[in-house]
Nanobody, 124 residues
Framework: QVQLVESGGGLVRVGGSLRLSCAAS????????MGWFRQAPGKEREFVAA????????YYEDSVKGRFTISRDNAKNTVYLQMNSLKPEDAAVYYC?????????????????WGQGTQVTVSS
């Protein structure tokens, strides 16, 4: 049974950068599309970005386009989220997830396995 573990979260200043990692244990992730979601206190879980199994196709929520980049290294069994020009509204717990169903890239219901989350805090 594969497990996902996010890391790389922390405190960063407005306009700063942070790179999140999602590492898998167990079965390789190479055959799966992957996504990043985030959840701020009192809010619903929100789609951030997704990437196809090969890395050829990527998808982003409008508010992060041009600032965030999702990528993957299948040889390392790891997915990344590079976050630049961070804003206070980016503060949240970030989760990676494995996509298995064709219910839409933006739908949490398309994903069957989730990590524990990593906290991102943006300060001025």
């Amino acid at each position: 049974q594969v497990q996902l573990v996010e890391s790389g979260g922390g405190l960063v200043r407005v306009g700063g950068s942070l790179r999140l990692s999602c590492a898998a244990s167990g079965r390789t992730l190479s055959s799966y599309a992957m996504g990043w979601f985030r959840q701020a206190p009192g809010k619903e879980r929100e789609f951030v970005a997704a990437i196809s199994w090969s890395g050829s196709n990527t998808y982003y929520e409008d508010s992060v386009k041009g600032r965030f980049t999702i990528s993957r290294d299948n040889a390392k069994n790891t997915v990344y989220l590079q976050m630049n020009s961070l804003k206070p509204e980016d503060a949240a717990v970030y989760y990676c997830a494995r996509k298995v169903l064709s219910l839409g890239w933006y739908s949490p219901q398309s994903y069957d396995l989730w990590g524990q989350g990593t906290q991102v805090t943006v300060s001025s």
